[in-house]
């Protein structure tokens, strides 16, 4: 690669990402060279390694590297120490990085297909979104982002949602008023609006600090992110809604993939398939464990949402669905109900 930052960055900004892409593809054709020394995979994330994607990611990075020693280094960057999430994307765009593992949510501004995953109440659980992932809609979920370079190659579970505020969120009414941390996503600025609370997109690592200062007073997340970065101790009542998925989508740079010899190829993504596996696997015992700790630091008050609680939620959400069920596409949504809600 050689396109310097700067000529990045002009580039991007009169051209934007696709155009910037195709550039960058052309640059790189000359492709991986092994013959130098090993092939270097970096992978920023932005979470920490205990949870479900920093256990995965390590994983990944110890079975390619004895599997293929001497053919393909892995370097994990976890916490969010080399990027956040939305630099990371474009980075991934422009092959500085060659893989990421990022929030379905934040791939937004690239397809309108991952919308399905922000529904509130839409998928029940984790098995719920594997049916969907690994069903007949898996090659067009995972081929959504190609036209932006970057190609789909595995989905990751962090795990199901949890409101988090100054109090129990058990209704719509109670988040009333209240300024929420969301992800970059539409679907879930419209998921606040219709509780009557005001949705503030916010990356990742500036968290914490938002709602230790009240910059903002509420947000939504997974017990093994409330737990690892320590929402917990700054959120009075966590509500175990369970209403949304957290999962991410597995990408690489595509013109570094099409680059590797076909066996490299081949290698990785029979590692990547078993990670993937084995991650997801345990992701719902990673977040009741966060769960757990919580209620043992006593930090935080848990509420949690009886069926008719509920109903009442899920009845509420539905004009979410209604804006949205068009640009997800008739399809799409048909599949993800099906696996969704059985
Ligand atoms: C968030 O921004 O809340 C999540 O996407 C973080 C993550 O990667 O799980």
């Not at 920023?44 to 390590?58: E, F, N, Q, R, S």
């Not at 600025?189 to 009557?196: D, R, S």
């Not at 929402?231 to 595509?254: D, K, M, R």
Request: hydrophobic share 40%; aromatic share 8%.
């Amino acid at each position: 690669m050689t396109t310097t930052k700067s000529a990045t960055v002009q580039y991007r900004s009169q051209f934007g990402l696709i155009g910037l892409v195709l550039l960058v593809g052309l640059l790189s054709a000359c492709g991986s060279d092994s013959s130098n020394g090993p092939i270097l995979i970096k992978f920023p994330h932005v979470t920490a390694p205990g949870t479900p994607k920093g256990l995965a990611a390590d994983r990944f990075k110890m079975l390619v590297e004895e599997r293929m020693p001497g053919i393909v280094t892995v370097e994990v960057y976890p916490s969010g120490q080399l990027m956040n999430d939305d630099d990371s994307i474009d980075a991934l765009a422009f092959g500085e990085v060659q893989m990421i593992a990022v929030s379905l949510s934040k791939l937004d501004r690239l397809t309108k297909k991952y919308q399905v995953f922000d529904l509130p109440f839409l998928f029940v659980d984790l098995a719920a979104a594997e049916r969907f992932q690994s069903g007949p809609a898996r090659e067009e979920l995972l081929g959504a982002v190609l036209k932006s370079g970057i190609r789909g190659v595995g989905f990751w579970h962090n795990g199901m949602k949890q409101f988090g505020g100054p109090v129990p969120i058990t209704s719509p009414e109670a988040a009333e008023g209240l300024k929420f941390r969301i992800m970059e996503s539409d679907v879930l600025q419209a998921q606040i609006l219709q509780m009557g609370g005001n949705p503030q997109k916010m990356a990742f690592g500036e968290v914490y600090q938002a709602l230790q200062t009240g910059a903002v007073d509420a947000q939504e997340n997974t017990w093994a992110n409330t737990y690892s970065s320590k929402f917990y101790e700054v959120q009075p009542y966590l509500t175990e809604s369970n209403h949304g998925y957290l999962g991410y989508l597995l990408a690489v740079n595509e013109p570094f993939w099409q680059s590797l010899p076909e066996d490299v190829r081949q290698q990785l993504q029979v590692i990547i398939d078993e990670v993937s596996a084995w991650g997801n696997d345990q992701a719902k015992e990673v977040n009741a464990g966060a769960l757990a700790n919580i209620i043992e630091s006593g930090r935080s008050e848990i509420a949690r949402l009886n069926d008719g609680e509920r109903k009442v939620w899920a009845d509420t959400m539905l004009p979410v669905w209604d804006t949205f069920s068009d640009s997800i596409g008739e399809d799409l949504l048909n599949a993800a109900l099906a696996a969704g809600q059985q």
